[in-house]
């Protein structure tokens, strides 16, 4: 329950209950039910990239790697005057989010945004593209693909975007497959 505690303070609200969502790798994460806020937030109708048309991109690729974002709505903030929305009730209290919780209707869009503003310029050079949290960078030469990662990584440690170990560097083009059943890149 440490990272209750860590989510912010005690308040009197009246806001919303949690969900506890399990993912395929057993571990957990806390959410807030976040549906009645959701049904009166304006959609943000910000494009999210379509999958086919990202695999179209990766053909001619020898080397691809994909670059995780850890926890990549919780490295947004949530501004002042929106965090008495995002709270969450639980036996240990109310607890504020000051960070974008999952559940939010437009977090997806407001992070592809975020991702889409920050790497403007190399996706221009079309050798990444930029999934929400994850980064596909691609390229036909190692050489290439060596300055590519460099690049990344040099736009991300200013601004303190934190990297997930699940990232899958420098893999070959044959240790990658897609899955139309699951709609995922399957690293093999």
């Known amino acids: ?3 209750i ?3 912010g303070h005690n308040e009197i609200v009246e806001i919303t209950t949690p969900v506890l969502i399990t993912w395929h790798d057993g571990k957990s994460r806390l959410c807030g039910d976040f549906r ?5 937030t304006k959609p943000d109708r910000y494009p999210i990239p379509s999958i086919p048309h990202t695999i179209e991109k990766l053909a001619k690729a020898k080397f691809i790697t994909k670059i995780d974002f850890m926890k990549g709505f919780h490295q947004n903030g ?3 005057n929106s965090m008495k929305q995002c709270k969450i009730v639980c036996h240990m209290g109310i607890h ?3 960070r974008v919780p999952f559940g939010i209707k437009n977090a997806p869009a407001h992070f592809q945004r975020m991702m889409d503003t920050i790497f403007q310029q190399e996706i221009l050079e079309v050798w990444m593209v930029v999934y929400i949290d994850d980064i596909i960078i691609y390229s036909e030469t190692w050489a290439d693909h060596v300055h590519y990662i460099d ?3 040099s736009q991300s440690t200013p601004i303190n975007l934190k990297i997930s170990l699940k990232s899958e560097i420098s893999a070959n083009k044959s240790s990658w497959h897609w899955d139309t059943k699951s709609q995922v890149l399957v690293w093999t």
Do not use: E, G, H, S
């Open 1 to 3: 329950m440490d990272f």
């Open 5 to 7: 505690r860590n989510m």
């Open 36 to 40: 009645a806020l959701n049904n009166y």
């Open 78 to 80: 949530v501004k002042p």
């Open 96 to 98: 504020n989010k000051t």
């Open 151 to 153: 690049r990344v990584f």
